[in-house]
């Protein structure tokens, strides 16, 4: 079966300049060659700490940034290229969900009229069906009719979420990237969302792309999982092989810091931390990017970067010390 979105070789590239104006302008790679491919109905998480170009990944899946090269497929077409009415179809089956339910909502737009927002933008529907798709929304996503015409400060940061997330659904999009969807709320509230976003896949068939730093929150969220760190996926594979036998000393040690509700899990697990800080991401050292942080980093990981391969078990990694038959150096 053809995926719903396959990404190949994508790279996002930024000029900075630094030393002010008189400074020479130099290019990083936010995102460098990252490949993936997501099948409809599933979830796939992109995890990794601020820099690691996982929110740069979607932006430009979305359309949101350019893409410097590469190829991204939605449902076979590529979309990079497209513009006018195609870029307006991809728009309509490609929604964001962002992080932050307090700043991405016009605090003057009633709650109806930021959910008809994309529905006027993207579709061509009259008024009154506007409405019904409105008012049915708001029940799907659990709040009541009659708080359509509330403002957003006059909702909690749950409520605003779901607001946020009724947005999404207007235009009945076929993906949705969730980009740190609960990381604004508590954690009961966390659980509400996460539930609901759960559900609504279910009804709606909707294949979700689940950006976050956090790997417990993607826990029960996601079929699988790609580790980013400095623009690349270090490691991506099915999520109960990447919870059970993380390869990388990256994602193992992302893993260390989650807290297990599994007593054993938690008693056979130390917390592995890691020291210092990512190197300069306009002027990378050659060999593995994680190399100066990496516990049981060698010459050769100095010398060679590694090239992401996929290892017996299904799971791909980039890194040299990991074995063919699937064993982790950490
Ligand atoms: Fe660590 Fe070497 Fe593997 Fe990089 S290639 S993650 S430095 S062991």
């Known amino acids: 079966d053809r995926p719903l979105l396959d990404v190949e070789n994508l790279t996002v590239r930024f000029a900075v300049r630094r ?18 491919a997501l099948a409809r109905g599933e979830t796939l998480a992109i995890v990794g700490e601020s820099g690691s170009g996982k929110t740069t990944t979607a932006l430009a899946v979305a359309r949101l940034v350019a893409a410097h090269s590469g190829r991204v497929e939605l449902d076979g077409a590529d979309i990079l290229g497209l513009e006018g009415e195609a870029l307006r179809q991809v728009r309509r089956k490609v929604q964001f969900i962002f992080q932050d339910p307090y700043s991405s909502l016009n605090p003057r737009q009633r709650a109806e009229d930021v959910v008809r927002e994309p529905l006027q933008s993207l579709t061509d529907m009259s008024r009154d069906d506007q ?35 009724a947005r999404a659904l207007a235009t009945r999009p076929e993906l949705i990237i969730c980009d740190e969807p609960v990381s604004a709320l508590d954690v009961a509230v ?14 709606f068939g909707l294949t979700y792309l689940f950006i976050s730093h956090d790997l417990g929150v993607v826990q029960h969220m996601c079929d699988s999982i790609a580790v980013m760190y400095m623009g690349r996926i270090v490691e991506h594979g099915p999520r109960l092989s990447l919870f059970n036998n993380p390869l990388h000393p990256y994602t193992a040690a992302l893993l260390s810091a989650v807290p297990s509700v599994d007593k054993a899990r938690r008693a056979a697990t130390r917390r592995i931390l890691i020291p210092g800080d990512p190197p300069d991401p306009v002027n990378l050292p050659p060999g593995c990017r994680f190399a100066n942080r990496c516990p049981v980093a060698q010459p050769q990981c100095r010398a060679r970067e ?25």
């Open 19 to 36: 030393g002010g104006v008189f400074g020479r302008k130099q290019y990083l790679d936010a995102v460098d060659g990252v490949s993936f």
């Open 131 to 165: 409405q019904k798709v409105i008012d049915e929304l708001f029940v799907q996503v659990g709040l009541r009719p009659e708080q359509k015409r509330l403002f957003p400060h006059q909702f909690s940061g749950g409520q605003r979420q779901r607001i946020g997330i």
């Open 190 to 203: 966390q659980a509400q969302i996460l539930n609901l976003l759960r559900r609504l896949q279910k009804e």
């Open 306 to 330: 590694p090239s992401l391969r996929t290892v017996s078990g299904g799971q791909r990694v980039a890194c040299h010390l990991v074995g063919e038959d699937g064993t982790a150096p950490l």
